[in-house]
């Protein structure tokens, strides 16, 4: 069936793009800080194993509203890990860091959800899509907000 929101072809694949970056992103901090939540050690085990846990679940939740609004633009949303980390900036490590690295790169990972979310808002702003407009903003609010938690605990 076709598809009538009010967005022509290319505007609708420039968002679902930007969207495609920002899942990539997401998803690979979400990954990281599962991970971490996991192997986490030292004296502030039960509060970063805790702060970790808050964090990936929030990261899960995200990955389906994103998902979810690329396959509402009529793009099929990405149906492996593979395709899905092959756009992230964000790099598995190597070994298991120590808790103020995990720290440290978790903020970073932040840092970049919100610069991929921003430039999803420039793009979906400039091809008139208010909804993936809104979704990009919100997501940068979190990264940013959780990204200064993060430096802050460190
Ligand atoms: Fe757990």
Same mark, same amino acid.
């Given at each position: 069936?076709?598809?009538d929101i #009010?967005?022509e072809?290319?505007?609708?694949?420039?968002?679902a793009?930007?969207?495609?970056?920002?899942?990539?992103?997401?998803?690979?901090?979400?990954?990281?800080?599962?991970?971490?939540?996991?192997?986490? +050690?030292?004296?502030?085990?039960?509060?970063?194993?805790?702060?970790f846990?808050?964090?990936y679940?929030?990261?899960?939740? @995200? %990955?389906?509203?994103?998902?979810?609004?690329?396959?509402?633009l #009529?793009?099929?949303a990405?149906?492996?890990?593979?395709?899905?980390?092959?756009? @992230?900036?964000?790099?598995?490590?190597? #070994?298991i860091?120590? @808790?103020?690295?995990?720290?440290?790169? %978790?903020?970073? #990972?932040?840092?970049a959800?919100?610069?991929a @979310?921003?430039?999803?808002?420039?793009?979906?702003a400039?091809?008139?899509? +208010?909804? +993936?407009?809104? %979704?990009?903003?919100?997501?940068a609010?979190?990264?940013?907000? +959780?990204?200064?938690? %993060?430096?802050?605990?460190?």
């Amino acid at each position: 069936m076709s598809i009538d929101i #009010g967005l022509e072809d290319k505007q609708r694949d420039a968002s679902a793009k930007a969207l495609n970056v920002l899942l990539a992103e997401t998803y690979a901090l979400y990954m990281k800080t599962h991970g971490y939540h996991w192997n986490v +050690t030292g004296p502030r085990f039960n509060s970063l194993h805790n702060m970790f846990e808050t964090q990936y679940r929030e990261l899960w939740e @995200a %990955l389906d509203v994103i998902a979810e609004r690329i396959r509402a633009l #009529g793009h099929f949303a990405p149906g492996s890990s593979e395709e899905m980390l092959a756009e @992230a900036t964000i790099k598995p490590d190597n #070994g298991i860091p120590d @808790a103020e690295d995990m720290i440290s790169n %978790l903020a970073r #990972g932040h840092e970049a959800v919100s610069r991929a @979310a921003k430039a999803g808002t420039k793009i979906a702003a400039e091809n008139g899509d +208010t909804v +993936t407009e809104d %979704l990009m903003t919100q997501r940068a609010d979190v990264a940013e907000k +959780t990204a200064w938690m %993060l430096r802050a605990s460190n």
